[in-house]
Every structure is written in structure tokens, then in C-alpha cells.
């Protein structure tokens, strides 16, 4: 709270809302989303720790395209396995593809190295389009803690935008 404070008084554009509601994750960023104005919405939990000098630039210039809906970004462990590189969904569910490789490793089929389409990433760092998120309806609140960003991103994807994740 002391850093969003620091940060208040150093950028005019920052604004901080309060959540006072029981934990939803979805409903939060509903109404975080609500309060927000820009163009685009960057989601990003508060234990993420930026490595790369040029991630949201990165992850901005895919989200231009008109075609794309969200973008997501690879993430990783402390111990630097990947924790993150997409979301694959299949006949047991939905989980995160390439978990627990060396940050040094390309992947099935490169997956961990490339750009690409797919059908869902995480909500830990995702990029979206502020008027894709409105008219799909935002996240689902029926989904409090897992899910919601698997969801969002179906949603998505059945709107006719993209999911792409960002290797960079």
C-alpha cells in the first residue's frame, strides 16, 4: 500500500481502486476493469516480477493488431522453470503447457520460444482489448479463483479475436 501511494503522487495517469468485497478474482477484475480507461487493460498479479526490459511493449504491439484479443506472456518460476507458456485444453481439463523447463528450453515444437496462437493463457499477466473485455462480458464471477481466465479467453476466441501468447 505504501508503494501504490509512491506511485500516486509520482503519475498523474496512475489510479487506485479499492476492492472492500469478499475475494472473487473475477469480480475484481470486473471492477477493476470498470474503473479502468484506457484502450487497454494489462492484468498482472501482484507477485510478478518483471525481467524484461521491453515485455509490455511486446505484448502492446501484438494487442494492436485488430484481429487479436488478448495477449499473455511467459512466465517463470523462481528457480527459472518455466511456470507459464499457454494454457492447452483438452480431454482432462486445462492446465499450463511446458511447466517446469529450463527457461533455456524451446519446447514441443518450440511452443515456449515462438509467438503464437492459442486457445487460452493466464490472467497473471495478459493484455486485453478494454472493448473485447466488455463485449464478451468480462470474466465470469460464478468462477471466484480458477478458471475465470480460461474462460475469458474462450469467450474471447468465440468472438472471433485472437489469443495469442508472447514468448518474448
Known amino acids: 500500500f505504501d508503494y501504490y501511494e509512491r506511485i500516486i503522487a509520482e503519475f498523474e495517469q496512475v489510479k487506485v481502486v479499492r476492492w472492500d468485497g469478499v475475494f472473487n478474482y473475477s469480480a475484481i477484475i470486473n471492477y477493476g ?3 479502468a480507461s484506457g484502450s487497454r487493460l494489462l492484468l498482472l498479479n501482484n507477485d510478478t516480477e518483471v525481467i524484461s ?3 509490455i511493449d511486446d505484448m502492446l504491439g501484438i494487442c494492436q493488431q485488430s484481429q487479436v484479443g488478448i495477449v499473455g506472456a511467459k512466465l517463470y518460476f ?16 486445462a492446465g499450463h503447457l511446458n511447466v517446469n523447463l529450463d527457461k533455456s528450453a524451446s519446447g ?4 515456449t520460444i515462438t509467438t503464437h496462437e ?8 495478459m493484455m486485453t482489448k478494454r472493448s473485447v473485455f466488455f463485449e464478451v ?6 468462477l471466484v ?7 475469458y479467453c474462450l469467450k474471447v ?5 485472437l489469443v495469442v501468447f508472447c514468448a518474448e
Open 33 to 35: 476493469a470498470s474503473e
Open 53 to 55: 526490459p521491453r515485455w
Open 78 to 93: 523462481r528457480d527459472g522453470t518455466i511456470q507459464h507458456a499457454g494454457v492447452g485444453i483438452g480431454g482432462e481439463g
Open 108 to 111: 514441443y515444437f518450440n511452443t
Open 118 to 125: 492459442l486457445s487460452a493463457v493466464t490472467a497473471a499477466c
Open 137 to 142: 462480458g468480462g470474466f465470469e464471477e460464478d
Open 145 to 151: 479463483v480458477a478458471f475465470n481466465d480460461v474462460d
Open 157 to 161: 476466441r468465440r468472438s472471433g479475436k
